[in-house]
């Protein structure tokens, strides 16, 4: 088991800022990749961004790219994001994510919202 803690969610006026970060605990060695996923209100979860450890490779959506950075530290298991430019229809609960598909742990999700 691998227990996902997420931090950094809040309210923002459109085009600011917010920094998300989520700390990987427990079984970590499954955690090959980390990122993140969010869904909106009446939506389906939609992927946001991913790292890949062993390669270092990163992935984001088409919604995101340009605007939001993924990175992390390995050796504390946490990643982070970067959300830059942000425009109201980035609001949605944010859910972290370890682990290939098959294998995956979330986290509780956090909050984000843009205000416009």
């Known amino acids: 088991q691998v227990q996902l803690v997420e931090s950094g969610g809040g309210s923002v006026q459109a085009g600011g800022s917010l920094r998300l970060s989520c700390a990987a605990s427990?079984?970590?060695?499954?955690?090959?990749?980390m990122g993140w996923f969010r869904q909106a209100p009446g939506k389906e979860r939609e992927f946001v961004a991913g790292?890949?450890?062993?390669?270092?490779?990163?992935y984001y959506g088409d919604s995101v790219k340009g605007r939001f950075t993924i990175s992390g530290d390995n050796a504390k298991n946490t990643v982070y994001l970067q959300m830059n430019s942000l425009k109201s229809e980035d609001t949605g609960v944010y859910y972290c994510?370890?682990?290939?598909?098959?294998?995956?742990?979330w986290g509780q999700g956090t909050q984000v919202t843009v205000s416009s």
């Open positions: 790292i890949s450890w062993s390669s270092g490779n990163t």
């Open positions: 427990g079984r970590t060695r499954s955690t090959v990749v």
């Open positions: 994510y370890a682990g290939p598909v098959g294998n995956r742990s």
